[in-house]
């Protein structure tokens, strides 16, 4: 039976891990994030590739770094046929990687060569891209370098944000990775070595690119809005409050208003006008200290008192 160590994070993680696990694998070891503090009350919460360890009695590691830690030593010295990873989160040292008997591969949320990172899923939505897809690949010393085993596209679909499309290219990758270990193991593969002409990187979100820039086009407030939703979520200061919108949609307007006042508004209704005079419209918000709430619940409450060609973003 093929023995697998097998490294992840998030659910996209946890989805590829439950395919092997259904598929007959025997992962003999899972490694993953640390617990991490969240929300107010900063509780520790466990990542879905550990749950899903825990409740199938899998080896678990977490160290805080895998590099140089006794964690890596015991791992290495278990002899895995594959070492496979996907969305783990850390870099892994080349004598790990080459325990492997057969190889190292990771899953990978892009159409490599774009997208070399943490962060692919949400560039190509940030970038407004058409398609994207999963990449398996060799793993190598530097930044996801290993050349192509197999690849797979996916249409991006104008609804779709970063919670969505993350489930869809976790289904992708859990089945093209199910489709590729028999070749790699019989050895009928072809790699193709990536070119470096046409590298993309795509670096982790940074807390800067989670404010809202209305004096951006609406097209580009739409793709960072889907973008960070549901997670972090992208903020505005509306009507003074810092402000979290997760679902919104492009109106064409071509006003001359000021950037940032409102261009329409109604009991389910509340569009913001962009840089380019087109608008945004609001469908899902979250007003500081507030829960997640559909457009008419805002505007029957916080937003009830907001008027046609008001000024209500400030972009100071």
């Known amino acids: 039976m ?3 160590i097998f490294l992840g994070t998030p659910d996209f993680s946890a989805t590829v891990l439950r395919g092997l696990l259904k598929e007959g694998y025997d992962v003999i070891a899972a490694v993953t994030q640390p617990d991490k503090p969240v929300g107010r009350k900063q509780k520790l919460q466990k990542s879905p590739v550990k749950l899903v360890a825990e409740s199938e009695n899998i080896k678990l590691f977490q160290p805080a770094k895998l590099p140089g830690s006794s964690e890596v030593e015991e791992l290495k010295a278990m002899h895995a046929d594959l070492i496979i990873t996907a969305a783990y989160g850390q870099f892994l040292p080349t004598s790990f990687l080459d325990s492997a008997k057969v190889a190292a591969i990771n899953v990978h949320g892009s159409l490599l ?3 070399r990172g943490g962060a692919p899923i949400q560039w190509s939505l940030l970038n407004g891209d058409k398609e994207t897809g999963i990449t398996i690949m060799y793993m190598v010393k530097g930044m996801d370098a290993g050349d192509i085993i197999s690849q797979e596209k996916l249409p991006i679909e104008k609804d779709d944000d970063n919670g969505s499309l993350f489930e869809k290219m976790a289904i992708v990758g859990r089945e093209l990775l199910l489709d590729t270990i ?3 193991l019989s050895g009928n593969i072809d790699p193709i070595k990536q070119d470096l002409d046409k590298v993309v990187f795509s ?3 940074s ?6 820039d209305f004096t951006k086009p609406a097209e580009t407030v739409f793709n960072q809005i889907r973008a960070l939703s ?5 903020w505005t200061m509306l009507s003074g409050q810092r402000t979290k919108l997760y679902k919104t949609e492009v109106v064409e307007l071509n006003s001359k208003q000021a950037v940032g006042t409102v261009a329409d508004l109604g009991k389910k209704k509340l569009v913001i006008i962009a840089g380019d005079g087109q608008g945004v419209s609001i469908k899902k918000i979250q007003p500081a200290g507030k829960k997640i709430m559909d457009i008419a619940n805002y505007m029957n409450g916080l937003g009830k008192n907001l008027e046609k060609g008001q000024q209500v973003i400030d972009e100071k």
């Open 2 to 4: 093929t023995k697998i």
């Open 113 to 115: 060569p774009k997208y």
């Open 182 to 184: 028999p070749k790699i």
């Open 203 to 205: 670096p982790n979100i």
């Open 207 to 212: 807390k800067e690119q989670e404010h809202i």
């Open 230 to 234: 549901p997670d972090p979520g992208a």
